[in-house]
């Protein structure tokens, strides 16, 4: 693994919170209704609910703190 990004990784200067999880299995879990992804046409874009839901992609960011 490259040397300068391990040093970045533990300093104390400028420390990293690196987050490894299943996103869009997080936001399955929350029962979206059609409606929450803004319609049929975007039905399963996760991607869009920043749009059309936010609190939902907020939600998955918090669980992970």
């Keep these: 693994m490259n040397s300068t990004f391990l040093a970045r990784l533990h300093s104390p200067e400028r420390p990293v919170l690196v987050f490894d999880g299943a996103m ?3 936001l399955q879990v929350q029962d979206l209704t059609v409606e929450d992804f803004g319609g049929l046409e975007y039905e399963g ?3 869009y609910l920043v749009f059309t839901k936010p609190e939902a992609v907020e939600k998955v960011h918090r669980d992970f703190l």
Excluded: A, F, S, V
């Design 45 to 47: 874009c996760n991607e």
């Design 24 to 26: 869009g299995t997080n």
